[in-house]
């Protein structure tokens, strides 16, 4: 079993359709939970994190972390044709060197 | 400022030759990270640095796969005698703290081995 297990997708919604976007963990280590927003030959860039569970938003990105079942979920809200990239999730725990990835699921908001 | 940035962007090579691939961090940075990305995979850990030294390199595949930071800025990764198998996205990052989960990535080296 993979670390991190994320729906590889390809998903594609319409415009203005709420997206969710979904992880599974199995080390109870973690304490960090990020999400990168990966554009077409690009580098990652970090969209956002929580920390332990709960929820946390940031304009028309919520994420969502569940601990007990080790879920992790960001949600868009009014999605954009600009919202169109690959999103990984990577959780971390404090004294890791390295980030673990998911897959990465590939969205794209159709105008 | 001047975000990470990787040379060459892309590069081609033939099987069984040496190649070196080159990462300049953000000024300041003390941390740096190489990760490998296969096509439709997320980023897979390769190894860390913390100023010089390498903290964890329980990432690298095999012995043909080397990094140096000899200055604790700029960094090389080098692979010898490549493979097929070694085609993917080399994807550079660093973060001004020691093993932080806010990584900052540069936009990574395209290899293709003939």
């Known amino acids: 079993q993979k670390e991190v297990e994320q729906d590889p997708g390809p998903l594609s919604v319409p415009e203005g359709a709420i997206v969710s976007l979904n992880c599974t963990y199995s080390?109870?280590?973690?304490?960090?939970f990020m999400w990168y927003r990966q554009y077409s030959r690009k580098g990652p860039e970090l969209l956002m994190y929580?920390?332990?569970?709960g929820n946390k938003e940031d304009g028309r990105f919520t994420a969502q972390v569940d601990k007990s079942s080790k879920y992790i979920s960001l949600f868009i809200r009014d999605s954009q044709p600009s919202d169109s990239a690959t999103y990984l999730c990577a959780p971390w725990g404090r004294g890791a060197q390295k980030l673990v990835f998911g897959q990465g699921t590939r969205l794209t908001i159709n105008p | 400022g001047a975000g990470v940035s990787q040379t060459p962007s892309n590069k081609v090579t033939e099987k069984g030759k040496y190649v070196e691939l080159r990462c300049d961090p953000i000024s300041g940075h003390t941390a740096l990270y190489w990760y490998r990305q296969s096509l439709g995979q997320g980023p897979e850990f390769l190894i860390y640095?913390?100023?010089?030294?390498?903290?964890?390199d329980s990432g690298l595949p095999n012995d043909r796969f080397f990094a140096v930071r000899p200055e604790g800025s700029v960094s090389t990764l080098k692979i010898q005698r490549t493979e097929r198998g070694d085609s993917a996205v080399y994807l550079c990052a660093s973060s001004p703290d020691r093993g932080s989960g806010t990584q900052y990535f540069g936009p990574g080296t395209r290899l293709l081995v003939l």
């Open positions: 080390n109870s280590a973690f304490q960090y």
């Open positions: 640095f913390q100023g010089t030294g390498a903290a964890d």
């Open positions: 929580t920390y332990s569970s």
